[in-house]
């Protein structure tokens, strides 16, 4: 299975993967200086030529040796001017190797680069997805994966090709809201087809795991090297949108989709509940940090009428997504009732969207609130790309 991962970095298969990945048709293991391992953190000081490109080496390293155990990978960087740039005969001689960590006043050597972690500003737009969208929550239980799920149907509605990535990792739910839980997805080529699901390409953990009962008891390593093997070795199609269900709070797993995918926005699901707006304003702060703009925010419970007398409620307050909408001036994409047969139809498998029923209409508001404002915050594609 592909998240079976070693519990502790496995030395034969590293040296193996230092011998298989060459550069300048030289094994990566003569540019090392010093590696050592914390845990399943690899941190390495390597002495490169100044032509490579230093964010493709730590990019494919990580793809590599996260199957041999290898959780982060750390790199210290010294760059040496290349051969290939000064017109001198070229030799299979290495240049001499210092300690990249010594500190030597007095040294001719070009100053160490430390490898920062990339930025949204650093990652490529998705060949075959136009748009990422995260919906995400300060906390757990504001609704979040019914309004991720809607909103997705709702798009594909409006006649987008849309898919679905849940990145719940710990309380996967996208399956049973859709109908799908149980349902294996198959390899082809080393990569996993997506499930179908209402017309909708979907992909879960949960739908790897044994059954509803099976706990994802995992470190933030490994849990986030599940997420970007869930993105990444997934045959997604062309989409217009892939709507990503984030797990709550401001963890391991949604910085590294900050560094490491490539997001085009944000929505935020709150209730108009205080404690609810204070962790919504972190995960705000959070995306301004890691640079995925807000495309807005969603107040969910936000009313509730009484089915025997008709009585409408505040239960969880009032206002508080328009006041934070207002306070980081992003637009309010809409507020949704809190209702029971919402609830219901997505317990079982039948969204409110598929359903049709009487709360539909708030959801096709949204996603076209969504597709109004979306342009502004596009990823730029090649379009010449063929793969």
Known sequence: MFFKKAKKIDENSLNKAFNDYHIHEQPIKNFIQKYEQQSDVLNLNLRLPDDIDVEKIHRELSSMLHLHGVGEINMNVTLY????????????????????????????????????????????????????????SGKGGVGKSTTAVNIALALQKLGKKVGILDADIYGPSVPNMLGVAGVKPTLENSEFVPIDAYGMAILSIGNLLDGDSTPVAWRGAKATGALMQLFNQTAWPNLDYLVIDMPPGTGDIQL???????????????????????????????????????????????????????????????????????????????????????RKQADMGKPSVIADDEFAKFYLNIAENVEKNIGKFAKKHDENRIF
């Open 81 to 136: 001017k290349s051969e290939k740039n000064t017109g001198e005969k070229t030799t299979h001689k290495l240049p001499k190797t210092t300690n990249a960590m010594a500190k030597n006043e007095n040294s001719d050597e070009e100053p160490s680069v430390t490898k920062h972690a990339p930025t949204q500003a650093d990652v490529a737009p998705h060949p075959r997805i136009r748009h990422i969208i995260v919906v995400a």
């Open 256 to 342: 590294t989709l900050a560094q490491r995918i490539p997001v085009t926005g944000a929505v935020v699901v709150t209730t108009p509940q205080h404690i609810a707006l204070l962790d919504a304003q972190k995960g705000i702060e959070m995306f301004h940090k890691t640079q995925i703009p807000v495309l807005g925010v969603v107040e969910n419970m936000a009313l509730h009428t009484c089915s025997n007398c008709g009585h409408v409620d505040e239960i969880f307050g009032n206002g508080g997504g328009e006041n934070l909408a207002k306070d980081y001036q992003v637009p309010l994409l809409g507020k949704l009732p809190l209702a029971t047969n919402i």
